[in-house]
């Protein structure tokens, strides 16, 4: 692999673990978030200088940070693209992107009320900030299905994914969709060839991510269905939220579009078998899980062969995006490596058989 990001860096005679890091721009450094007890912080990290991190609550390209970020505490900072900062006074969490961009994050938000009648969504609440670079959102409360999987109980584990089911089942299958903006089987295969293109450059292996990108593209095309359902496009165990009082919570709707319905049942069932690869959940809660990811399947209509395309769509994908994070870079790599050398053992049969399709899932 190539020059890595490392897991923690010294800045300043403190030692901040790195949490996440994206990819650069043709010759600039790598943005990265790091974390130390409960404080984030955006920087860059480079080979050749190291890790440099923006002073607490400040960036340049989002210069409505600091004003906010002393209302509350910062908890994600992607540098230079967007912030967001749970406030002292009532909870609510700001959101903070460049300048100009927060009306088109609101009214991509507006999307959300078709998923309000089965579950809990964020409202839009008023703030005192910059109203072009900030959205301020209410606070849903609960426990995130990434927190229940490593460390809540089993009876409250099941009846989670229980109701995400019925929730989920009734969002999608009854929303009409038709005014969202559509994502297509198209979309998707250049969002999987363009993160291989990143995935080469770190591992450095020729054109075998691209060419088993086109691999998982096509097998995803001959069976996808049309972009006609709700989709959240980025659904996953962080980004869904419960309450035995409240039920399903679900955030983080800027991505909202109209899809293949399977395309977020297969993104969600990708993260939980990132979460048994990472040792984060045990085998037996992923079964729970992915059970109902089934059933959800079931109820919209969607077949195996196609959840499990857009399973393994999904997987690859994560797998590019995690190669950058020290946390999760091995079992990153290695799993994408499998994924690269079944695509080629394929490569040129017509179709994906049943028995390959199921090992890539």
């Known amino acids: 692999m190539s020059e890595e990001v490392p897991a923690a860096v010294e ?96 009214q991509a938000h507006a999307s959300a009320e078709l998923f309000a009648g089965a579950m809990r969504v964020p409202r839009i609440v008023p703030h005192g900030f910059a109203a072009r670079d900030v959205v301020c959102f209410s606070p849903l409360g609960g426990t995130t299905f990434a927190e229940l999987g490593a460390s809540g109980g089993v009876a409250q584990w099941a009846a989670a994914w229980r109701g995400w089911e019925r929730a989920w089942s009734t969002a999608v299958g009854s929303a009409d969709a038709s005014g969202l903006p559509a994502h297509s089987t198209e979309d998707e295969a250049g969002v999987l060839l363009e993160w291989a293109g990143r995935a080469d450059a770190l591992v450095g292996r020729s054109d075998r991510m691209r060419s088993a990108a086109g691999a998982v593209a096509d097998e995803l095309a001959a069976v996808a269905g049309a972009p006609g359902a709700l989709a959240h496009r980025d659904l996953h165990d962080k980004q869904l939220l419960w309450s035995p009082e409240g039920g399903v919570g679900l955030i983080d709707l800027d991505t909202c579009a109209r899809a293949d319905p399977a395309l977020d049942l297969g993104n969600l069932a990708a993260h939980i078998g990132l979460a048994v690869r990472l040792g984060t959940w045990a085998p037996d809660r992923a079964r729970v899980a992915l059970a109902s990811v089934e059933a959800a399947a079931a109820a919209l209509d969607v077949s195996q062969r196609r959840l499990s395309a857009w399973r393994l769509a999904a997987r690859f994908r994560i797998d590019c995006v995690h190669l950058l994070r020290p946390g999760s870079r091995r079992a990153a790599h290695d799993d994408l490596e499998r994924l690269v050398r079944l695509a080629e053992r394929e490569s040129g049969r017509v179709g994906m058989p049943a028995r390959e399709r199921r090992a890539l899932a």
């Open 11 to 106: 800045v300043e005679g403190r030692e901040w673990a790195i949490a996440r890091a994206w990819p650069a721009e043709v010759g600039a450094e790598t943005p990265i978030e790091a974390r130390r007890d409960r404080e984030a912080r955006g920087g860059y990290w480079s080979a050749a200088g190291g890790a440099r991190l923006l002073p607490a609550g400040a960036d340049p390209r989002l210069p409505a940070l600091a004003a906010v970020a002393r209302a509350g505490r910062v908890i994600s900072h992607r540098p230079g693209k967007r912030a967001v900062v749970r406030l002292d006074d009532g909870g609510a969490f700001a959101k903070v992107v460049r300048p100009g961009r927060a009306g088109g994050v609101a």
